[in-house]
């Protein structure tokens, strides 16, 4: 409406919405960090979490490997958590053309033993994955061509798992990751900020778990499917009226 004009049309907003019986936290996130609901696993500095030296954190990137995706910005994040002595094991969920470069930047950064690219998987697999994951990240960006996501689908399905995120402060995606309060967001295309996000978390275990039950929360109120769809069927059902 701002960037068009004209008159002011009636709106009604239905977001996406995800399954909440089948996107829910898991409970083998929580057998095994104690039934406390924290994430195990990250050898870092002395300032890190003590809860977290078990194993390297798991960070997942899910998403088609394209510049619109960001990845390369994550990868070079990772270098620098590298060169803080933290541990992590970062996973890519998806394909696409930027594969082969973004592989090239892994080996160039010297992370190979760190990242792994896991090609296209099922949603069961997803699901595997999100149960075992400590933090996800979506550092989507402009691409030089123009094009930017609206609001990636992933970041609905890990917050519904319980799983704390970090994204970019871009096009609609603050309106689910506000800001410290369900989610952390950083600049497009801004490695040292993602680094920055990424240290805080698994330093401090009490905001990994606020931000997990809040944004749990503002799935469960504004992003359950059957809701939604249900709102939907009303609009129809009234106009048909």
Same mark, same amino acid.
């Given at each position: 409406?701002?960037? &068009?004009?004209?008159?002011?049309?009636?709106?009604?907003?239905?977001? &996406?919405?995800?399954?909440?019986?089948?996107? #829910?936290?898991?409970?083998? #996130?929580?057998?095994?960090?104690?039934?406390?609901?924290?994430?195990?696993?990250?050898?870092?500095?002395?300032?890190?979490? $003590?809860?977290?030296?078990?194993?390297? *954190?798991?960070?997942? &990137?899910?998403?088609? +490997? /394209?510049?619109?995706?960001?990845?390369? /910005? +994550?990868? !070079?994040?990772?270098?620098?958590?590298?060169?803080?002595?933290?541990?992590? &094991?970062?996973?890519?969920?998806?394909?696409?053309?930027?594969?082969?470069?973004?592989?090239? =930047?892994?080996?160039?950064?010297?992370?190979?033993?760190?990242?792994?690219?896991?090609?296209?998987?099922?949603?069961?697999?997803? =699901?595997?994955?999100?149960?075992?994951?400590?933090?996800?990240?979506?550092?989507?960006?402009?691409?030089?061509?123009?094009?930017?996501?609206? +609001?990636?689908?992933?970041?609905?399905?890990?917050?519904?798992?319980?799983?704390?995120?970090?994204?970019? /402060? %871009?096009?609609?995606?603050?309106? %689910?990751?506000?800001?410290?309060?369900?989610? %952390?967001?950083? $600049?497009?295309?801004?490695? *040292?900020?993602?680094?920055? *996000?990424?240290?805080?978390?698994?330093?401090?275990?009490?905001?990994?778990?606020?931000?997990?039950? !809040?944004?749990?929360? #503002?799935?469960?109120?504004?992003?359950? =499917?059957?809701?939604?769809?249900?709102?939907?069927?009303?609009?129809?059902?009234?106009?048909? *009226?």
């Amino acid at each position: 409406m701002k960037e &068009c004009g004209g008159s002011v049309p009636k709106l009604q907003v239905i977001r &996406c919405g995800v399954d909440l019986r089948r996107f #829910r936290p898991a409970d083998e #996130r929580d057998a095994a960090a104690g039934a406390t609901g924290v994430p195990t696993g990250v050898t870092t500095d002395a300032e890190a979490d $003590p809860a977290l030296r078990d194993r390297p *954190a798991s960070i997942t &990137c899910i998403g088609t +490997l /394209h510049e619109v995706k960001g990845q390369r /910005h +994550l990868i !070079a994040a990772l270098a620098t958590l590298a060169e803080r002595g933290i541990s992590v &094991c970062c996973r890519f969920v998806g394909d696409g053309p930027d594969r082969a470069e973004l592989e090239g =930047l892994v080996d160039k950064l010297g992370l190979g033993g760190s990242v792994e690219f896991l090609g296209q998987r099922m949603r069961s697999d997803v =699901l595997e994955l999100l149960a075992g994951t400590d933090i996800l990240v979506a550092p989507s960006v402009p691409t030089s061509g123009g094009k930017r996501e609206g +609001l990636p689908v992933v970041l609905i399905e890990a917050m519904a798992a319980g799983v704390p995120v970090v994204a970019s /402060h %871009l096009s609609g995606i603050p309106e %689910l990751v506000e800001n410290e309060v369900t989610g %952390l967001t950083v $600049p497009p295309g801004d490695p *040292a900020a993602i680094a920055d *996000a990424l240290a805080r978390l698994l330093a401090d275990r009490p905001l990994r778990q606020r931000l997990a039950r !809040a944004g749990r929360e #503002r799935i469960e109120t504004e992003y359950d =499917l059957d809701r939604n769809a249900a709102r939907l069927i009303g609009l129809f059902a009234g106009t048909a *009226a």
